[in-house]
C-alpha cells in the first residue's frame, strides 16, 4: 500500500464521525478499554500465533487511536502523549490485515472481557472505514458482488440452479414414493419462503433434499425463489453497509413479491444475524412480516407434532458445532440442542460449547478471503482439536459457512468424520407416515422445481 489519498482519508473519517454522532455506544466502547489483555486468551489468533498484534485490544485501539488523533484535542495536538496515530498507509495496511485477516468477529473476546467492551462491534466500524477508503479485500468483494450482480454469492445461473432443484425432486419423489413429493420454486401466496446458502445448490444439494423431506413430513405451504433465495449477506462482513443493504432488500421485496406470510432464514449463522438482527436497520424500516430461522421451524414441528421423530434412527455418536451467530450472538443455544437430542440418540458436548465455543475460523468472511486461507486453517486447528477429543463420527453444525470449514478441518487434521447440518439429521430420524405426510394441497396444481413457471398455476375452478 503505497499511499493513502485526502479522500480516502477523508472517507474513512466521514464513516467515524457519522457513527460517532449518532451512537453512543461507539465512542463509549473506544474509550472503555483499560489494556489489561485478559482477552488475549479467548482469541483463536492470538492462541495460534501468541502474536501480539492479535489480542482482541490492540484491534480495538488500533480504531481508537484514529479517533483520538481526528476527534480529541489532547490526539490533535500532542499524538505521541495519547498514543494517537495517523491514518496513513501503514495504518491502514495494518488494519486491514488484523480486522479483516485477523478477527471472524466471533464476539468470544467480548464474552470474556472484565468491562464488556464490544471488541466485534468496533472492528466492524474499523471495516466500514476500510470499505469507504476502497480497501476491502479482493476475494470478499468479489464474493459481494457476485451476489449483488446474479442474486447469489457464487454467481450460480438460474438453469443451473433449477437443473440441480429438479434431479433433488425426483430423488425426494422416489425416497418417498410420492409424486407428490416436491421442491416447489415461485409459488405465489405460500406461508413460507424458504432460503438457502448458495453452498447448497452448488456443493451439498443433499441437504436442499433433507429440508424439502421435512417440510413433506409437515405438510408445509412454502415456496423456493429461483431468483433471490440467498440467505447470506457479505456486503455485512465487508463493511459496505451500502451493499449490505442492497442484498438485505433483495429478500425483503421478493417476500413481497411471492406474497409469503413468513421469511425462513436456511443454515447460515451470519446470514441469519443479516436478516433478522441487523435487516431493519440496513434498509431503515421494520420488516412487515415473520421471520425466524429454520432451527427455530424444525423445533416448533417437533414439539407440536407437525413431525415425528425417531432418534434411535441416528445411532452414531455426534457433536455439535454451534455457529457463533446463531447461538453466542443469536441465543439459539437450547433451540438448537432440542433439536439435535430429539433426533440422535448418542450425543457428547465439545469442550468448551455453547456461549463459550471457540468460532470453527471460517466466520467474519473468513471462508471468502483466500488471501488468509493459511490463517484460516492454522486457528482452525482448536476447533479440530475439540472434535477429535470428543470421540465423535458425526459432526452437527446449521450453518453452510461453518460446514465448508469443517469439511476443509477435517481433511487437513485427518479428523475421519462426516459433517452433517442439523436438517439432514432431523431428515434422517423422520417417521413418514400417511398420516404425517400431507403435502400442501396448493402444490398438487402450482409449479415445482420440475415444472418452473414465474408466475403462480392459474387454479382449475372443477377442482374448487
Sequence with gaps: MDNITKEQRKAAL???????????????????CVKCGLCATSCMYYIAYKDPKFIPGRKVDLVSSIYRRYFTPEGKYFPALFRAKDLDAKMAEEMVDCLYGGCTMCGRCVKHCSIGVDVAYIVKKGREML????????????????????????AIPTEEFLDTLKWMEEELQDEMNDEKANIPVDQHDKKIMYTLNPREPKFFPLSISAMAKVFYAAGESWTLSSKYYDVTNYGYFSGNNAHAAQIAQYLYDEVHHLGAKQLILGECGHGSRASRWEGPNLIKHPYDFEMETVLELMAEYIRS???KV?????????????????????GLLQEMRFVVKSCVSNFVEMTPHGNDNFCCGGGGGALAMSEYNERRLKIGEIKANQIRATGAKIVITPCHNCVDQLMQLNHTYKLGVTI???????????????AAAKPDPANDTATSAAGHSSEPAEKDPTLF
Excluded: W, Y
Design 14 to 32: 466521514d464513516v467515524m464521525r457519522a457513527t460517532l454522532a449518532a451512537d453512543s455506544k461507539f465512542q463509549t466502547h473506544l474509550n472503555a
Design 131 to 154: 470499505a469507504a477508503m476502497g480497501l476491502v479485500p479482493k476475494t470478499l468483494q468479489a464474493t459481494v458482488d457476485a451476489a449483488l450482480n446474479t442474486g447469489n454469492n457464487m
Design 305 to 307: 407434532g407437525r413431525i
Design 310 to 330: 425417531d432418534k434411535s434412527l441416528n445411532t452414531t455418536l455426534c457433536t455439535l458445532h454451534d455457529p457463533c451467530n446463531l447461538v453466542r450472538n443469536g
Design 420 to 434: 452433517k447440518t442439523v436438517a439432514e439429521i432431523v431428515a434422517d430420524a423422520l417417521v413418514i407416515t400417511p
